[in-house]
């Protein structure tokens, strides 16, 4: 059984990786489209947050906005837009994105079982998962992974270099430490 520490273990390092590959991009890259039709980082980033604030209401078992519709960066919304205006800079995205991955983390980590055993509240994710339990993963370990592997091809679009896979040290007080040979 995945318990909240061990998720929230994962979701700490996706958010180093996130990081990493935003760190040298720049706000004119931001918004860049190598070959015109992949998503840029600004949308990707804003997208997968809609879901930060999903998770919350999810665990709070309330009904929310369904992320698709977002006009910016729902899926069925107007879509990459190659204009940094709309988004505001990298910098106060990025800022956003990792704020709101810590507000996740510490709900995760404070989520009663019961949190985790009811029925999503948005009617479509309640018809595919059986419980927030089972939803999470697949929303915040898969779904953003996947567009953060975007950002990864999309770096060798822009002709711009790998990085290094960043520390992975779980943090204060989540994991107790390995065993030591």
Known sequence: MLSPASFVYSWDNQLRYALALLDDVTDEQFVTRPGGNMNHPAWIIGHVSLYHDATLSLLAGKPFKEPKDDPLFGYDGDGPIDDI???????????????????????????????????????????????????????????????????????????????????????????????RN
């Open 85 to 179: 205006e709309p988004y505001g800079s990298k910098q106060l995205m990025v800022e956003r994105f990792a704020d709101s991955h810590e507000v996740v983390a510490q709900a995760v980590l404070s989520a009663s079982p019961a949190d985790f055993a009811r029925a999503p509240s948005l009617p479509r994710w309640a018809a595919m998962y059986p419980t927030v339990e089972f939803l999470l993963p697949d929303l915040l370990l898969f779904h953003e992974g996947m567009h953060i592997g975007q950002i990864s091809t999309w770096r060798r679009a822009m002709g711009l270099a790998g990085v290094e896979f960043p520390d992975r040290t779980p943090r204060p007080g989540l994991a107790p430490s390995p065993a």
